[in-house]
Each structure stands twice: as structure tokens, then as C-alpha cells.
């Protein structure tokens, strides 16, 4: 007899949330700041993956959260960042359970870089204060999510599926 399908959800969803934490603390110098590559989002693709599915959206919200905790914006980046990861688990968990093809995998990566981008950058410069150099904050924070999402995550989301027989 096998664990409860909810339950191994729970789990799943669990480990990404501790994995996208523990990445974010391992590496918080380059994972907070204008310019920032957060090699934990190479994570977002996973809600992609049918095997992690909606659990990971939840889990990579949650993992956010706990991440932010040691963010030197406060309680504000918990809410805005934890929003940004939801948006992009979202998008990729749809567009996985419509296709499975190398072009919508790297699209979605893509499309959750954006999201991130544009979302961290407003931001970054409410923050700072004005609007003057928000194309400059988002474009910062776009070439550390693509090297995140695309340059890592896409790799890893093509190793899960095609090592592991993940779909």
C-alpha cells in the first residue's frame, strides 16, 4: 500500500520550498540586490514538469517566503517576491500541461524570466524611490533570471525529463 497521493504531494511540494530556500541562503550575496542572479529560480521551471506539477507551485511559493526572511527589504520583498514566484510557477505549470516540446520549455523559462524581471524591478526602484531607471532595474535583474531560468533551469528541467523520464 502505497502514501496517499496528497500526501507525496505535500512532500514534493516541501522539498522544492526547502531546496529554493536553502539555495537563496547559500548564495544570498548574489541572490538579493539590483543585479542579482537567484540560481534558486532555476527551480521555477519544475511546476512545468507534470511528476512536480501544482505542488511546486506552492512549494517554490512557500520556499520564497522562507528566503526572504533574511532579505534586506523586509517584509515587503516576502510579499512581492513569494507574488513573483507564484505568477511564474503559474505560468509554467500551465503551459507544461499543454506541452511538453523543447520550444515551449525554453518559451516558458523565458516568459517566467520576464515575469520576475518585471516584477522585482518595479520593486527595486519603489524602494529606491521614482521611476526614472526602471527599464535600468528590471533590465538588471532580466539578465540574472535568464541566466537562471534559461542558462540552469532549462538544462536541469531536460535532464529530469529525459535522465529521470520525468514528463
Same mark, same amino acid.
Given at each position: 500500500?502505497?502514501?496517499?497521493?496528497?500526501?507525496?504531494?505535500?512532500?514534493?511540494?516541501?522539498?522544492?520550498?526547502?531546496?529554493?530556500?536553502?539555495?537563496?541562503?547559500?548564495?544570498?550575496?548574489? #541572490?538579493? =540586490?539590483?543585479? =542579482?542572479?537567484? /540560481?534558486?529560480?532555476?527551480?521555477?521551471?519544475?511546476?512545468?514538469?507534470? &511528476?512536480?506539477?501544482?505542488?511546486?507551485?506552492?512549494?517554490?511559493?512557500?520556499?520564497?517566503?522562507?528566503?526572504?526572511? /533574511?532579505?534586506? &527589504?523586509?517584509?515587503?520583498?516576502?510579499?512581492?517576491?513569494?507574488?513573483?514566484?507564484?505568477?511564474? *510557477?503559474? +505560468?509554467?505549470?500551465?503551459?507544461?500541461?499543454?506541452?511538453? #516540446?523543447?520550444?515551449?520549455?525554453?518559451?516558458?523559462?523565458?516568459?517566467?524570466?520576464?515575469? +520576475? #524581471?518585471?516584477? +522585482? *524591478? &518595479?520593486?527595486?526602484?519603489?524602494?529606491?524611490?521614482?521611476? *526614472?531607471?526602471?527599464?535600468?532595474?528590471?533590465?538588471?535583474?532580466?539578465?540574472?533570471?535568464? /541566466? #537562471?531560468?534559461?542558462?540552469?533551469?532549462?538544462?536541469?528541467?531536460?535532464?529530469?525529463?529525459?535522465?529521470?523520464?520525468?514528463?
Amino acid at each position: 500500500m502505497g502514501l496517499p497521493s496528497r500526501l507525496i504531494e505535500l512532500v514534493k511540494g516541501s522539498i522544492i520550498a526547502g531546496m529554493y530556500a536553502g539555495l537563496v541562503y547559500a548564495l544570498a550575496p548574489i #541572490s538579493f =540586490q539590483e543585479f =542579482q542572479v537567484r /540560481v534558486a529560480d532555476a527551480l521555477l521551471i519544475l511546476p512545468f514538469l507534470d &511528476y512536480f506539477g501544482f505542488p511546486a507551485v506552492v512549494g517554490l511559493t512557500i520556499g520564497c517566503v522562507l528566503a526572504n526572511i /533574511v532579505s534586506p &527589504y523586509g517584509v515587503l520583498d516576502i510579499a512581492v517576491g513569494s507574488l513573483a514566484n507564484f505568477a511564474a *510557477g503559474i +505560468v509554467a505549470w500551465f503551459i507544461g500541461r499543454r506541452s511538453k #516540446s523543447i520550444l515551449a520549455l525554453i518559451t516558458t523559462s523565458i516568459i517566467e524570466a520576464l515575469i +520576475v #524581471s518585471f516584477i +522585482v *524591478g &518595479y520593486f527595486i526602484i519603489y524602494l529606491i524611490g521614482g521611476l *526614472g531607471n526602471l527599464l535600468i532595474a528590471i533590465g538588471l535583474v532580466l539578465v540574472g533570471s535568464i /541566466v #537562471s531560468t534559461c542558462f540552469i533551469g532549462v538544462p536541469l528541467a531536460l535532464f529530469l525529463m529525459k535522465r529521470l523520464g520525468l514528463k
